[in-house]
């Protein structure tokens, strides 16, 4: 009788573990895009990361060397050298980036739509928490604000 409660406690530690994975390895979901019309250019609601300190200075999708004080992104849901203005769902912050660089496919299977750099992490707000959710909005080219 020892063996099948012992059996059935390691069981329940094995789904316990399977089901804090899962957990902690869950997106905040899938992105969500809105065609662009003559309103508005393509607007995209997901989740923002920004690049590790590591990356400074690789070089980016365009041949350009990545620069973390300067105001660029990654994404794969806008052309390369398309502007994006990214405003931070939950303090309302918001920058304009230029995308020079792609995204791991993974990033985006996991709800992920943009990486900024650290400045631009920095400016949004949520440098210390890592990830937040955000929207994407296409703008003119060399818009500032």
Not at 45 to 57: D, E, N
Not at 71 to 92: E, I
Not at 93 to 103: E, L, Y
């Amino acid at each position: 009788m020892l063996v099948a409660k012992r059996g059935s406690f390691v069981i329940w530690q094995l789904l316990l573990f399977v089901g804090v994975v899962f957990i902690c390895t869950k997106s905040y979901g899938q992105a969500k895009i809105q065609p662009a019309n003559a309103d508005h250019g393509k607007i995209v609601l997901g989740v923002a990361s920004f690049y590790s300190k590591s990356l400074q200075g690789s070089e980016t999708s365009t041949g350009e060397t990545l620069d973390q004080d300067k105001m660029t992104g990654a994404s794969n849901f806008f052309k390369l050298n398309a502007w994006v203005r990214v405003t931070n769902l939950s303090n309302n912050k918001s920058i304009v980036v230029r995308i020079n660089d792609r995204m791991h496919q993974r990033m985006a299977d996991r709800g992920r739509v943009i990486d900024v750099t650290r400045g631009g992490a920095i400016q949004l707000g949520y440098l210390y928490r890592g990830l937040t959710r955000v929207k994407l909005e296409e703008v003119p080219p060399n818009t500032k604000e």
